[in-house]
């Protein structure tokens, strides 16, 4: 699996999530430090922003990993905002900006095409699998993300689970979940990252989805 891409995703969506924790931290004690920390993240965030731009083909390395990333981040509404940021009457407008909008627009569904084909190698943990499930749902995908997350964890039972696995395949026998990094008895079946759904079913099923801290504001769709 080619993890550059994923890596950047992650690495820009850290950095979105920096900007937001500095900018919501009101200690005056900090504030010059504050600023200087977020004017670099900014920066290291822009830049990231522009070298996705600049290629060809944004997506044409994308393992799944990287679509679940892409649709998960926000990157593609961030994408899209700097590609359109400009004056679209201007007759001078280059053809390469214009493409890279019009690719930008198509992001969120080729993601979900790839995200909802079996081309691309799965993914190998509960933590990625309940992004997945995520990503189809806020892309209009409920019923598959359901479906996954039903297979996936079902798939766990079905092996003897009664606690969540750190990793699993849905393909493995109940022989087959002891082992882990070609080492035996060495996955934990007591993992904490593989209890997605016990936060995650009330956003697939019903839509409800917090959008800022403690669920103060929130929404259902």
Same mark, same amino acid.
């Not at 290291?44 to 994308?62: N, T």
């Not at 900006?97 to 019009?102: G, I, K, T």
């Given at each position: 699996?080619?993890?550059?891409? !994923?890596?950047q995703?992650?690495?820009?969506?850290?950095l979105?999530?920096?900007?937001? @924790?500095?900018?919501?931290?009101?200690?005056?004690? *900090?504030?010059d430090? @504050?600023?200087?920390?977020?004017?670099?993240? $900014?920066?290291?965030q822009?830049r990231?922003?522009?070298s996705?731009?600049a +290629?060809g083909? $944004? +997506?044409g390395?994308?393992?799944?990993?990287a679509? $679940?990333?892409?649709?998960?981040s926000?990157?593609?509404? =961030?994408?899209?905002?700097?590609?359109?940021?400009?004056?679209?009457?201007d007759p001078?407008?280059?053809?390469?900006?214009?493409v890279a @909008?019009? +690719?930008?627009r198509?992001?969120?569904?080729?993601?979900?095409?790839?995200?909802?084909g079996?081309?691309? =190698?799965?993914?190998?943990?509960?933590?990625?699998? $309940?992004?997945?499930?995520?990503?189809?749902?806020?892309?209009?995908?409920?019923?598959?993300?359901?479906e996954?997350l039903?297979?996936?964890? *079902?798939?766990m039972?079905? =092996?003897?689970?009664?606690?969540? *696995?750190? !990793?699993?395949?849905?393909?493995?026998?109940?022989?087959?979940?002891?082992?882990?990094?070609?080492?035996?008895? !060495?996955?934990s079946l007591?993992? !904490?990252?593989?209890a997605?759904?016990?936060?995650?079913?009330?956003?697939?099923?019903?839509?409800?989805?917090?959008?800022?801290?403690?669920?103060?504001?929130?929404?259902?769709?």
């Amino acid at each position: 699996v080619k993890k550059s891409s !994923a890596l950047q995703i992650l690495w820009w969506w850290a950095l979105d999530c920096a900007i937001s @924790l500095s900018q919501k931290m009101k200690s005056i004690a *900090y504030r010059d430090s @504050l600023h200087d920390f977020t004017s670099v993240f $900014i920066d290291l965030q822009s830049r990231l922003v522009i070298s996705f731009l600049a +290629q060809g083909d $944004i +997506q044409g390395s994308f393992s799944r990993h990287a679509h $679940i990333l892409g649709l998960m981040s926000g990157l593609y509404c =961030c994408l899209e905002g700097v590609a359109s940021d400009c004056d679209w009457n201007d007759p001078n407008i280059d053809h390469e900006r214009s493409v890279a @909008l019009l +690719q930008c627009r198509q992001l969120k569904k080729k993601s979900r095409d790839s995200l909802l084909g079996d081309e691309l =190698c799965d993914v190998g943990t509960p933590y990625m699998k $309940i992004l997945e499930c995520l990503a189809l749902s806020r892309v209009g995908e409920r019923v598959s993300a359901l479906e996954r997350l039903e297979r996936y964890w *079902y798939g766990m039972i079905r =092996c003897g689970a009664t606690t969540f *696995y750190e !990793a699993f395949n849905e393909n493995e026998s109940p022989d087959d979940v002891l082992g882990f990094y070609g080492r035996p008895f !060495a996955r934990s079946l007591c993992h !904490a990252w593989g209890a997605g759904p016990s936060s995650c079913l009330t956003e697939i099923c019903f839509g409800l989805r917090p959008l800022s801290e403690g669920w103060t504001v929130w929404r259902c769709d």
